[in-house]
């Protein structure tokens, strides 16, 4: 026995299916505003740009937090369709963890006008201590030591 479902698009060129929608879903380029000269890669090369022009669906809205990253739907396959970091949040100190050696992370972000490098340590320091590769105009790279 099968449980018929309707399965909704999420490609380019497929159909969108939302609601009993029949538009084609296509890639939304007229909002692009690529800035990958200065700052590669730029959010408008990372975010996702497919949408329905006949619904108004776009792949964005779908999105959901989930372990700091935002997460497209999944596809009937189980696969999220896309993933992408969060966006930093710059009225508090904020920040998203990378890789760096066996010893090491690195903890890149954001923190609000008037903090004071003492003030994102006490919140980024590794367990044994750290430093600042850059600190300024309300960025920051810091190496925290962890082992």
């Not at 159909?15 to 909002?31: F, L, M, Q």
């Not at 189980?78 to 993933?83: D, E, F, N, R, S």
């Not at 920051?140 to 082992?147: E, H, L, Q, S, V």
Request: net charge negative; charged share 25%; glycine share 10%.
């Amino acid at each position: 026995m099968s449980i018929a479902c309707e399965e909704v698009g999420f490609g380019v060129g497929q159909v969108c299916s939302r609601d009993g929608c029949a538009g084609i879903i296509e890639e939304n380029d007229r909002d692009r505003n690529c800035s990958c000269h200065i700052s590669p890669p730029c959010s408008s090369c990372t975010e996702p740009r497919e949408w329905c022009p006949q619904c108004g669906w776009k792949l964005m809205d779908d999105e959901k937090p989930f372990n700091g990253f935002l997460v497209g739907p999944v596809n009937p396959d189980g696969a999220w369709t896309h993933w992408r970091p969060r966006p930093l949040d710059p009225t508090r100190i904020d920040w998203h963890s990378k890789s760096h050696s066996n010893s090491s992370m690195i903890k890149e972000g954001v923190y609000p006008e008037g903090t004071t490098q003492a003030e994102v340590r006490a919140v980024v320091d590794g367990t044994f201590g750290g430093r600042f590769e850059s600190f300024g105009n309300g960025r920051f790279k810091f190496i925290a030591y962890t082992d």
